[in-house]
């Protein structure tokens, strides 16, 4: 099979799969997204949204959308941060794009019934779309392929006695393949996700028709490069053939592809810290920390390192913009 399939079976599968039968978030879980990190990062995003609202005329009706929203921590801390600004909540449909009856019911607690669950993108609303995709779209199943000299061979996964292992189809022209021939070598693997710009097309078509903005937060790069397929357990990294099932597996984000599959206009890739930096999350920081002491001041003070720090998500993240050609970027996307 594929690496596309396996992580779909792996993942999706309806009695077996990783998504469908658990919470992986937290301390009991496999990983922890920013949202569970600080609030101040749910806070810097919903007043980001809200300000694109006000700048493009606030509509109403609009739907506010995440798809894979977790715990829906981060919708929680939105709403909560946007909930002073005249007539943004009254104008809101609140859309949560997401499958697993585990974390439905996590959101229900946080968020009540004030929302809609959708199973997929293309059931959003045809009005306005104001859209936070965070840790999303590293989810998507990829296919890998390893350049030979005179084509591709994709990365294949099969049984060797009685354990999963990897191999190489046949080496074959690629036509979606064609330009990475001039900035790869013989060996070099690139990855391509074939959902990703499905969805983008949907999220862009409507922002394009009907006005919005989406902010696209992930770990990844501009341009694919290399084999980056990873697998996390116990919240430590281990082999993605390993425990399918009881692992998340995820690989990085291609956001040049991103942006080629966006009809509408797109904001450059910045990095996470900066774009956080750009909104005021130290001064943020700094003023929640006058109410703190001991173990919840430095837990604060390490919370705000881990979002904005080079060495830490700082730069590993990045964040892509998207919006209609004649409105301005999102706040901390304007350069």
């Not at 990783?18 to 997204?33: C, K, M, V």
């Not at 946007?82 to 009856?101: D, M, N, Q, W, Y």
């Not at 979606?176 to 078509?205: S, W, Y």
Request: proline residues 8%.
């Amino acid at each position: 099979m594929t690496v596309a399939e396996y992580m779909t079976e792996t993942l999706l599968h309806p009695k077996l799969g990783y998504y469908t039968t658990r919470d992986p978030l937290g301390e009991a879980g496999d990983f922890t997204t920013a949202p569970e990190i600080s609030q101040m990062f749910g806070e810097m995003i919903g007043l980001v949204l809200a300000q694109c609202w006000l700048d493009q005329g606030a509509p109403n009706p609009f739907t506010l959308a995440e798809p894979g929203p977790g715990r829906g921590t981060l919708m929680a801390d939105i709403m909560r941060a946007t909930r002073g600004i005249p007539g943004f909540h009254e104008a809101i449909k609140l859309c949560l794009v997401e499958a697993s009856p585990e974390l439905r019911s996590k959101q229900a607690n946080l968020l009540g019934d004030h929302h809609t669950w959708l199973y997929d993108l293309d059931q959003l609303p045809e009005q306005p779309l104001f859209l936070i995709a965070n840790e999303f779209f590293d989810t998507l199943p990829i296919r890998q392929f390893q350049r030979g000299e005179s084509g591709w061979q994709e990365r294949l996964i099969g049984v060797r006695d009685n354990k999963l292992v990897t191999g190489l189809g046949p080496e074959q022209p690629r036509e979606t393949l064609k330009k990475r021939i001039e900035d790869t070598t013989v060996g070099n693997v690139v990855e391509l996700c074939p959902a990703a710009p499905a969805l983008i097309e949907i999220i862009g078509t409507r922002i394009a028709s009907n006005g919005g903005a989406a902010l696209i937060i992930d770990y990844g790069s501009w341009r694919s490069n290399g084999d980056t397929l990873q697998a996390l357990r116990h919240h430590s990294p281990v082999d993605p053939l390993t425990f399918p099932g009881e692992a998340d597996l995820t690989a990085h984000v291609d956001f040049e592809a991103l942006a080629l599959a966006a009809p509408c206009a797109h904001s450059k890739m910045i990095t996470q810290g900066i774009f956080l930096e750009r909104l005021g999350i130290t001064e943020r920081a700094q003023i929640l920390a006058q109410k703190l002491s001991g173990a919840s001041l430095e837990s604060h003070v390490a919370a705000h390192r881990r979002l904005t720090h080079p060495n830490e998500m700082g730069d590993l993240f990045k964040v892509l913009a998207l919006y209609p050609e004649d409105s301005p970027p999102p706040p901390g996307c304007d350069a």
